[in-house]
């Protein structure tokens, strides 16, 4: 049996393959027949490579619907996705080139240039391009491809798709994610969220990440549904684009910028049937707002890169609470089908109820491993099969999972990873810098920001603010922090580690 993916979400596709299934802030809408017949030509493309099978394709790319057809043709022909945040830089992105070694790249007209020169250099054999305006030589290449394909036999354990995480070290890693792994995950969330003929997916997320690409296209494609597609967040849009919505899928940060429009209201939302909210935590007021000013509680929920979903608040009336749903504010809900999870202690054995320890999960949706690293993956699974998410959290009486914090550094800022070790090797190599510390701080937009504390060298004059516009010249701007002070001296234990504990009591 053929376990691509894309055969799976193919099955969604409703009869009619005219009805609109993607209609654009812009104004253009695709049909289920477009996106058949677009990620056809596109996969023929790809076939006519001759690429050996599981080569990765890396997109680094702005959202557009032709992005999301790229993602499926590298399903169709048996490759390997790999979504890029288009804001990397080039540093960045030479080592995941470097890393995954990319068959193809695909980048904007824009960034041709250095991507290209980045690319070659590094024995990829074909960069592309692609807008967001449905332009580029990846688009003309296709053009001249039939548009029937039928789609390359894969097995489940096969790789899908490699998302790379990063560590505390600033090593990115790249979590591997099979044709089965995503297409579990897919069918059992269409089930428990409770998806419906009719319903509209309100698709306001990024693509390069679990929560955009995986997440929301996948449930909208396996149930037939219509999405409403922005090319980025935007409040006032968001909210005109509303009442021909049912379906919402965001980051807080989305929460609480629509919680500033004033004409947010219940009328506006009351043909929606569901807001979902992850990637980040919600603040507890953010989730009691949202209930006073459109009568809809946020469904939270819980997953990462390696392991996409793992827990959720209850959609549907709940019979452990006499019927009535319970979505709990502050709380990622319960583990979801399929999902084994437990709160350990270092020796992997299961802490008392309300005791914080390390959240730890087994399941289909759980990856394979770390592309290349061996020695990493075995160190991220227990002896008993477990994967150890890198989260502290506790587990109530009724099953209620809570995040309290992690046991790295991770400062996740907009629904977006920051790791302060990455922040710190490029401010440490600044001029006249000698050591730096970055902490993450609480922003009522955000979440958290990050906030950089540096060591001057004997003698140099440093000025906060050019150091933050130095590194937004080499990082990716969601990475820059929002803070820099100057410090005399940095707080350190015995073992002359920094305290970042106490820096974080500072801000």
């Not at 945040?85 to 992105?93: D, G, H, K, M, R």
């Not at 250099?121 to 394909?149: F, I, K, P």
């Not at 990873?417 to 490029?426: K, L, Q, S, W």
Request: hydrophobic letters at 45%; charged letters at 15%.
């Amino acid at each position: 049996m053929n376990a691509n993916l894309y055969l799976t979400l193919r099955q969604g596709f409703p009869a009619n393959l005219d009805a609109i299934a993607i209609e654009t802030d812009q104004g253009l809408r695709y049909s289920w027949r477009d996106i058949e017949r677009g990620s056809a030509m596109l996969a023929n493309w790809l076939d006519s490579l001759d690429l050996p099978a599981g080569s990765r394709i890396a997109a680094h790319v702005d959202k557009s619907v032709e992005a999301m057809l790229l993602y499926l043709a590298t399903l169709r022909s048996g490759h390997v996705f790999l979504p890029l945040n288009p804001t990397y830089q080039s540093a960045e992105l030479s080592y995941f080139i470097g890393n995954a070694e990319p068959a193809v790249v695909v980048c904007t007209p824009a960034n041709f240039g250095w991507v290209s020169k980045l690319a070659f250099q590094q024995g990829t054999r074909y960069v592309v391009t692609l807008d967001d305006q449905r332009g580029g030589s990846l688009l003309e290449r296709a053009a001249h491809h039939s548009d029937q394909h039928t789609p390359m036999s894969r097995r489940p354990e096969d790789l899908a798709a490699i998302l790379y995480t990063s560590g505390t070290t600033g090593r990115s890693k790249g979590a591997m994610l099979s044709h089965a792994n995503l297409a579990s995950n897919a069918l059992m969330l269409k089930d428990y969220w409770g998806w419906v003929p009719g319903d509209v997916l309100l698709h306001t997320l990024p693509i390069f990440h679990v929560h955009g690409l995986f997440i929301a296209i996948h449930a909208a494609l396996l149930n037939g549904s219509t999405m409403l597609w922005h090319s980025k967040f935007e409040p006032q849009r968001v909210l005109a684009d509303m009442p021909r919505a049912t379906v919402f899928m965001g980051v807080p940060t989305f929460y609480t910028r629509l919680l500033a429009q004033p004409g947010l209201n219940a009328q506006l939302c009351s043909g929606m049937r569901l807001f979902i909210s992850g990637s980040a935590p919600m603040l507890v007021d953010t989730f009691s707002q949202w209930q006073v000013r459109t009568g809809h509680t946020v469904l939270e929920r819980y997953g990462m890169s390696e392991t996409l979903m793992l827990t959720s608040n209850p959609y549907a009336a709940d019979e452990r609470f006499q019927g009535q749903s319970q979505r709990v504010g502050g709380s990622v809900g319960f583990p979801l089908p399929g999902v084994t999870l437990r709160i350990a202690n270092a020796q992997g054995q299961a802490v008392a109820l309300h005791e914080v320890g390390s959240i730890q999960v087994k399941g289909p949706n759980v990856f394979g491993g770390y592309w290349r690293m061996p020695e990493k993956t075995a160190q991220e699974f227990t002896h008993d099969g477990f994967f150890i998410t890198g989260d502290m959290g506790t587990l109530d009486e009724r099953g209620y999972v809570r995040i309290v914090g992690r046991d790295k550094d991770l400062i996740i800022s907009g629904g977006l990873n920051v790791y302060p070790a990455e922040i710190e090797d490029a401010l440490n190599q600044l001029p006249g810098v000698l050591e730096s510390a970055v902490v993450g701080m609480p922003h009522p937009d955000f979440g958290e920001v990050g906030c950089a504390f540096v060591l001057a060298k004997p003698g140099a004059l440093l000025e906060p603010a050019a150091l933050l516009l130095a590194l937004k010249g080499q990082l990716a701007g969601f990475k820059v922090p929002k803070v820099c002070k100057l410090l005399d001296e940095l707080p350190r234990n015995a073992m002359g580690k920094v305290q970042k504990n106490v820096l974080r009591q500072m801000v």
